[in-house]
């Protein structure tokens, strides 16, 4: 099993900023990808950003120039960030961290953190 733990939401006026962090603990072999996605009140989850084994990551076009997907898996942190610039209020909404893990057993399994409350004040 594989647990994530986010933080870094919080309440932030417009043209600010906010890094959110996604730890994942477990018996985690290595990661196919890990991202983030959001969801505003009364719409879909959107994928926002990922990043891949490799280290080469992708952006939805509405955030492309403001957010940054990093990821530290060096000493077993497994941890994926995402930096926001210049937050807009239509930045506000739950961000969710996905990841695809490969466990030591071989098999690979995606598995959602609890999410993290986003609000840009205008």
């Known amino acids: 099993q594989v647990q994530l733990v986010e933080s870094g939401g919080g309440l932030v006026q417009a043209g600010g900023s906010l890094r959110l962090s996604c730890a994942a603990s477990?018996?985690?072999?290595?990661?196919?990808?890990m991202g983030w996605y959001r969801q505003a009140p009364g719409k879909q989850r959107e994928l926002v950003a990922t990043?891949?084994?490799?280290?080469?990551?992708?952006?939805a076009d509405s955030v492309k120039g403001r957010f940054t997907i990093s990821r530290d898996n060096d000493n077993a942190k497994n941890t994926v960030y995402l930096k926001i610039n210049s937050l807009k209020p239509e930045d506000t909404a739950v961000y969710y961290c996905n990841v695809e893990a490969r466990l030591r057993d071989g098999r690979s399994y995606r598995y959602w953190g609890q999410g993290t409350q986003v609000t840009v004040s205008s």
């Open positions: 990043i891949n084994s490799g280290g080469s990551s992708d952006y």
């Open positions: 477990g018996s985690i072999f290595s990661f196919n990808f």
